[in-house]
């Protein structure tokens, strides 16, 4: 059964750096999503993102972040200049037409140190 | 406010026992609801949505739109089941994001 993969599994960093996380559909899905969820609080949303432009965002998806599909496979969040507050686990998923099941991948979890 | 309430934190049964886990919404207009379970080290993954009414690994949900509620049922709760569980809505809109609660770690003991 096809999954979402995302990659690196974990990645720390020093504050200020930009990271990169990358995130590989599942290839017949049209809707893309970001998710994060801070260590003991709820998963919660950051952007999602159909046809090459973001249709919906949240209050933390600010100018720091920004997301992009550099080709017909991947789909990434990149995190200018980080923060210790951006440590978390970032969830990517997707979905086939929008308003069925959003399948997730394992997560990255993202130390800024 | 779109909001989703687990007021539970954890839930500790023995196996065999019936097993609820409680999930209360706020949302203007009419919600898509959802269970996400997430076994250890696996990723989220969807266990039932309110429209397909299915019942999926003995689990059931009815969703009370008088009392905005979901809550997630089984009525002999197996080891296997112990889990995180997470109850979350979304609009009816193409591509709209899913709302989570805080989830409810659910542990089961022989």
């Known amino acids: 059964e096809p999954e979402v993969t995302q990659t690196p599994s974990h990645q720390v960093t020093q504050m200020g750096q930009e990271v990169i996380l990358r995130c590989v559909p599942i290839?017949?899905?049209?809707?893309f999503y970001w998710y994060r969820q801070i260590l003991g609080q709820k998963v919660e949303f950051l952007v999602s993102?159909?046809?090459?432009?973001?249709?919906?965002k949240s209050e933390i998806f600010d100018d720091q972040f920004s997301v992009e599909r550099p080709d017909g496979s991947n789909f990434t969040l990149k995190i200018r200049s980080t923060k210790l507050e951006d440590s978390a686990m970032y969830f990517c998923?997707?979905?086939?037409?929008?308003?069925?099941?959003?399948?997730f991948g394992p997560g990255t979890r993202l130390l800024v140190l | 406010a779109q909001r989703v309430t687990q007021p539970e934190k954890l839930l500790s049964v023995f196996k065999g026992a019936p097993v609820e886990l409680k999930c209360n919404y706020s949302?203007?207009?009419?919600?898509?609801l959802f269970w996400y379970v997430q076994y250890s080290r696996q990723r989220l993954q969807l266990l039932l949505r309110?429209?397909s009414r299915e019942s999926i690994k003995g689990f059931t949900a009815d969703l009370n739109k008088g009392e905005t509620s979901f809550h997630l049922k089984k009525p002999f709760a197996q080891e296997e089941d112990s889990a995180m569980y997470y109850c979350?809505?979304?609009?009816?809109?193409?591509?709209?994001?899913?709302?989570f609660g805080k989830g409810t770690t659910l542990s089961v003991s022989s």
């Open positions: 309110h429209i």
């Open positions: 949302y203007s207009g009419s919600p898509e």
């Open positions: 979350a809505l979304s609009g009816n809109q193409a591509g709209t994001a899913l709302i």
């Open positions: 993102f159909y046809n090459n432009e973001i249709s919906e």
């Open positions: 998923a997707s979905g086939r037409d929008g308003r069925e099941t959003q399948y």
């Open positions: 290839s017949n899905h049209l809707y």
